[in-house]
């Protein structure tokens, strides 16, 4: 049995869980459910705290995992034991890591990162903290390692500063706090894989093929539309498609001229322009349809 390594709760488990679903896997009914078996799929999921993900795909105890990059870089770290292996951004759960401090003065003005010289600084991750502030020549007087809760560590009086994923910035503004600097890191849901499982695994490349074909179904429509045959090079310039559009003749003629009928595929943020122009050089009939999967 393949062994996957799956989110146990917050929004990554979430995600992860319905994009295994969408990709044909067996999932779990109840969030007490540690450990399923997919005997179809031939493939064991366990359900494991995000941040331990990491440590045991990188250890080879799993096979792979699904993580955020933040924890995966977190976790390269610890040491030559822990070696996970990226293979594939997968698109959810994008998040910020930034440095924060408190709006007010508290005695000190924070302008720049370099004003985080000598300061404890909080954070769940605080690998990636020390890496980032040895790379600005900061040295902090502590870096205090928190699992949770680490917006409230300045007011509670445990640090000056906190270095934490930011979403949306919400829960940092409710508690008095404002992002300082630029991102320490840009991160999302990463599939990864042991140094013992080979990129070529079959297991590995039918996992990465069904997660990649629900991200090109969530991000791509199929549009089908009718053209004067005449028009398809200038219809091409507008949807040229993954490769190339799929045309077919349609049957007898319209106003003595030759129709097509035109399928392709096109990036679903970008739809409703594209109609918009196919519509304006002579295109009809323009209809747009979701993917439900997809290999490419």
Do not use: C
Not at 5 to 32: C, F, H, V
Not at 60 to 70: E, F, N, R
Not at 80 to 104: C, I, R, T
Request: charged fraction near 20%; proline fraction near 4%.
């Amino acid at each position: 049995m393949f062994r996957v390594a799956i989110p146990n709760k917050g929004s990554l488990s979430m995600a992860a869980t319905q994009m295994l679903q969408e990709a044909g896997y067996k999932t779990r009914k109840s969030d007490r459910q540690l450990v399923l078996q997919d005997l179809d799929n031939e493939i064991e999921f366990f359900y494991l705290r995000p941040r331990d993900i990491a440590v045991y795909v990188g250890t080879g105890t799993l096979d792979v995992g699904i993580t955020g990059l933040d924890l995966l870089l977190d976790s390269a770290e610890l040491g030559e034991d822990v070696d996970a292996q990226l293979v594939q951004n997968l698109g959810f759960a994008a998040s910020a890591f930034h440095f924060a401090v408190p709006d007010k003065d508290f005695g000190v003005k924070y302008k720049t990162i370099s004003d985080l010289q000598g300061m404890r600084i909080a954070t769940s991750y605080p690998n990636l903290t020390a890496k980032h502030l040895y790379k600005y020549n900061i040295t902090p007087r502590q870096i205090v390692r928190l699992d949770g809760a680490v917006e409230s560590s300045i007011q509670l009086g445990v640090a000056d500063a906190i270095a934490d994923v930011v979403s949306t910035g919400t829960t940092l503004r409710q508690v008095g706090l404002s992002i300082l600097g630029d991102p320490i890191l840009n991160s999302e849901a990463v599939l990864i894989r042991s140094p013992k499982v080979p990129e070529n695994n079959e297991h590995l490349h039918i996992l990465n093929q069904r997660l990649l074909g629900v991200i090109t179904a969530h991000e791509y429509v199929m549009m089908n539309f009718d053209i004067e045959t005449d028009l398809l090079p200038a219809t091409k310039k507008i949807a040229p498609g993954f490769k190339n559009p799929t045309v077919s003749e349609l049957f007898g003629k319209v106003n003595s001229k030759k129709w097509s009928a035109v399928g392709v595929m096109v990036e679903k943020k970008d739809m409703n322009k594209i109609m918009d122009q196919l519509y304006k050089i002579g295109a009809r009939a323009i209809i747009v349809t979701e993917i439900l999967a997809s290999r490419l």
